[in-house]
C-alpha cells in the first residue's frame, strides 16, 4: 500500500514452492518507448538488485512504451514521463518539486492499468534519475545504513509521534523518498496521513507544523519530512 516495504517477500519478490527462499520475481520494469541511457542505466540497476535477491527468476523483465496494459503484476516506471497518459490516476508528477540534480521514488497505486501497483524511479534531470535508481537498488528499503532504521520504523515512529498528540489515524502511507545526487542521506520525505474527523486533523496540523493554518475542513494532510526524527 506504500513504500516501506515493496522489496519484502510477497509482492515483487516471491517463494512460490514454499521454502523460505524467495524463487521469483515478479514485476514489469517500464521505460520509455525511446528510453536515454539514464533510463536503460537506471532499469539495470533496479533489476540487478532484484537478481540478487532471488535464486531464480525469469528474463525478460523489461518493456518500453507504458501506453499499453493492463499489467497484471507489480511495476518498476523508469522516468516521470512514463505512463503519463494515466496520470490522472498517478497523481501529480512526482518530478515538479525536484531540484537539478534531483530523484523522487514514489509509490504507483493500484488502478485499472496497474492493477498491482509498484514504484516509479524518476529524477529532474538523469543525475536526479540516477541518483534515485541508486538508492532504490542499493539502500532502500534502509534509510541509510544498510543495519540501520527502515521505512517500517520510520513509519511506526511518525504514528507514534501522532499518537502520543492525541491523533487518530485512518491511513498512514509513505509516498515519497526523495534522494539528491549532490548530497548524502534523503533529502525528504512526503508522508500522507488520513484522519477521521475534524478534531484529529486540527491535531495533526498542530503536531506536525504548528505554524500552520487550521482553516480547513480537509480531513487528510500531505507532509513532507514530517517522519524526521
Not at 543495519?147 to 517500517?152: K, R, T
Amino acid at each position: 500500500t506504500d513504500l516501506r516495504q515493496l522489496f519484502a517477500p510477497g509482492y515483487i519478490l516471491e517463494d512460490r514452492n514454499g521454502d523460505e527462499v524467495v524463487d521469483f520475481v515478479n514485476v514489469r520494469i517500464v521505460l520509455p518507448s525511446t528510453p536515454g541511457e539514464a533510463e536503460v542505466t537506471a532499469a539495470a540497476n533496479l533489476a540487478a538488485r532484484l537478481g540478487y535477491e532471488t535464486s531464480a527468476l525469469d528474463l525478460g523483465m523489461a518493456e518500453t512504451g507504458a501506453d499499453g496494459g493492463p499489467f497484471d503484476v507489480p511495476v518498476v516506471l523508469i522516468g516521470a514521463g512514463v505512463g503519463s497518459a494515466n496520470a490522472s490516476a498517478l497523481g501529480t508528477d512526482p518530478t515538479t518539486r525536484l531540484a537539478p540534480g534531483q530523484g523522487a521514488i514514489t509509490f504507483v497505486p493500484q488502478d485499472a492499468r496497474y492493477t498491482r501497483g509498484g514504484l516509479r524511479i524518476s529524477g529532474y534531470d538523469a543525475t536526479g534519475l540516477l541518483a534515485a535508481a541508486d538508492y532504490a537498488s542499493g539502500r532502500y528499503p534502509n534509510v541509510w545504513g544498510l543495519e540501520g532504521d527502515s521505512y517500517v520504523d520510520v513509519v511506526d515512529k511518525l504514528g507514534s509521534f501522532l499518537e502520543e498528540h492525541d491523533v487518530q489515524v485512518d491511513v498512514l502511507a509513505l509516498d515519497a523518498i526523495v534522494l539528491d545526487a549532490a548530497r548524502l542521506g534523503v533529502r525528504r520525505l512526503a508522508a500522507t496521513v488520513r484522519v477521521p474527523d475534524s478534531e484529529s486533523f486540527s491535531r495533526a496540523l498542530e503536531a506536525l507544523d504548528p505554524e500552520t493554518s487550521t482553516e480547513t475542513d480537509s480531513a487528510s494532510v500531505s507532509a513532507a519530512g514530517a517522519a524526521q526524527e
